[in-house]
T-cell receptor, first 107, second 119 residues
């Protein structure tokens, strides 16, 4: 089976940096996705990693270590609109999602 | 970019009735679509994989006779919740594979979701 773990909740201050960790144990691996989901809405794509290393995309960066089964999503210069749930998902020809990390940004 | 729509966005039905939810890829063809359900503050759970022109593949524990999936064309998949009960109330989300994303064939684009409430 698939086992994907991420923290349940994180709180940070506007303008700060937050790092959301994700560890996984899956039967197969064809890449790892990070999605953002606001309450009552569908997930929106943030990043994709298939090779080890850091992918930077504006204020968001994502890191992957396949040997460690580990990824993180880094959110910089936090804004109030970044308050949302962040989902780590491993692709093995279908997506398996972690439970999501709810990030609350405070003024 | 690739856009996926769902209809309806919200539906309230009485216990025992059936509800059909449509998922459309608007500007691309999707040979594979996925159906998920999500309970409040929980993650997405894959229900089934829908392949155009063939039977859907259901995940363990999902009743195929209760959740009927039809993928009649490359742009449309439907999920019918038959004889709905209050415990079927949930947020149902579809997604479709597109070759256009960064991840190529592996990237999924999600529809906006359908909130089903069974009274």
């Amino acid at each position: 089976g698939q086992n994907i773990d991420q923290p349940t909740e994180m709180t940070a201050t506007e303008g700060a940096i937050v790092q959301i960790n994700c560890t996984y144990q899956t039967s197969g691996f064809n890449g790892l996705f990070w999605y953002q989901q606001h309450a009552g809405e569908a997930p929106t794509f943030l990043s994709y990693n298939v090779l080890d290393g850091l992918e930077e995309k504006g204020r968001f960066s994502s890191f992957l270590s396949r040997s460690k089964g580990y990824s993180y999503l880094l959110l910089k210069e936090l804004q109030m609109k970044d308050s949302a749930s962040y989902l780590c998902a491993v692709n093995d020809y279908k997506l398996s999602f972690g439970a999501g990390t709810t990030v609350t940004v405070r003024a | 970019g690739a856009v996926v729509s769902q209809h309806p966005s919200r539906v309230i039905c009485k216990s025992g009735t059936s509800v059909k939810i449509e998922c459309r890829s608007l500007d691309f063809q999707a040979t594979t679509m996925f159906w998920y359900r999500q309970f409040p503050k929980k993650s997405l759970m894959l229900m089934a994989t829908s392949n155009e022109g063939s039977k859907a593949t259901y995940e363990q524990g999902v009743e195929k006779d209760k959740f009927l999936i039809n993928h009649a064309s490359l742009t449309l998949s439907t999920l019918t919740v038959t004889s709905a009960h209050p415990e079927d109330s949930s947020f149902y989300i579809c997604s479709a594979n597109s070759m256009e994303g960064l991840a190529g064939a592996y990237e999924q684009y999600f529809g906006p979701g359908t909130r089903l409430t069974v009274t």
